[in-house]
């Protein structure tokens, strides 16, 4: 869970990745909700291994940013992409500003 939300956000719920064969503990989504209409965030933690790899691509703008000392992919402002002690970690926004983004993902440790 990160240490920070901007205001007006709270934690709303937790779900694991369910597949053909029940929950695959692998794969967390968290959840959270704003007051403000417009902003959202939520946030997917994977154990790094082969079946959790993944790819990404997009036509917007890409940059490498750090967060708590790992290099991160940050996309249209608003998307943060990592990797630290053996978890991927995907953190999706909106309505955010980019300073807020980053401020969420330094929280988590």
């Not at 902003?39 to 082969?50: A, N």
């Amino acid at each position: 869970m990160p240490k920070y939300l901007p205001e007006g956000f709270a934690f709303d719920h937790g779900e694991f990745s369910k597949g053909e064969q029940g929950v695959n503990g692998k794969y967390l989504d968290l959840i959270f909700t704003s007051e403000k209409i417009g902003q959202k965030l939520s946030m997917q933690f994977r154990y790094s291994d082969e079946e959790t790899a993944y790819e990404m691509s997009t036509s917007g703008k890409m940059e490498k940013v750090q967060v708590n000392g790992a290099d991160a992919v940050m996309m249209d402002d608003r998307s943060l992409h990592w990797e630290a002690d053996g978890v991927l970690y995907a953190m999706n926004t909106c309505g955010l500003e980019r300073s807020e983004v980053l401020k969420i993902a330094e929280s988590i440790r």
